[in-house]
């Protein structure tokens, strides 16, 4: 069990860079066309499956029977990092929405 707790932190571990994309996203005054709001609602895809991915994780860990090392820690950290994700996806989702509504403003005007 300990090795597949350490298995799932690495791979958490290797998901959280891509968490930050969101946050240094550019603003919806710099949105050429559709493809950067495609390319926004892409990555919150992205970002919600991980966050299901995490919630999964989290659950496996709550089950009888697993090991109680690191076990509490660990669902805390999943539950946490499927939160940010969620935070992430809603962001990407509005500025998508924000490139959607510029590229048609502008098209129309």
């Known amino acids: 069990m300990t090795t597949k707790i350490s298995t799932m932190i690495l791979a958490g571990a290797l998901l959280l860079p891509g968490a ?22 892409r990555q919150a895809d992205e970002y919600e499956a ?15 029977g697993s090991s109680v090392f690191g076990k ?17 996806a809603e962001q990407s989702r509005a500025l998508a929405g924000s490139c959607t509504a510029a590229g048609t403003a502008r098209d129309s005007g």
């Open 72 to 88: 509490r820690y660990a669902i805390r950290y999943f539950e946490e990092q499927a939160r940010q994700l969620e935070v992430d």
């Open 20 to 41: 930050t994309f969101a946050g240094t996203a550019q603003s919806a005054t710099d949105c050429d066309d559709a493809a950067i709001s495609s390319e926004y609602a």
């Open 50 to 64: 991980a966050a299901q991915r995490y919630r999964n994780w989290a659950h496996a860990e709550a089950e009888p």
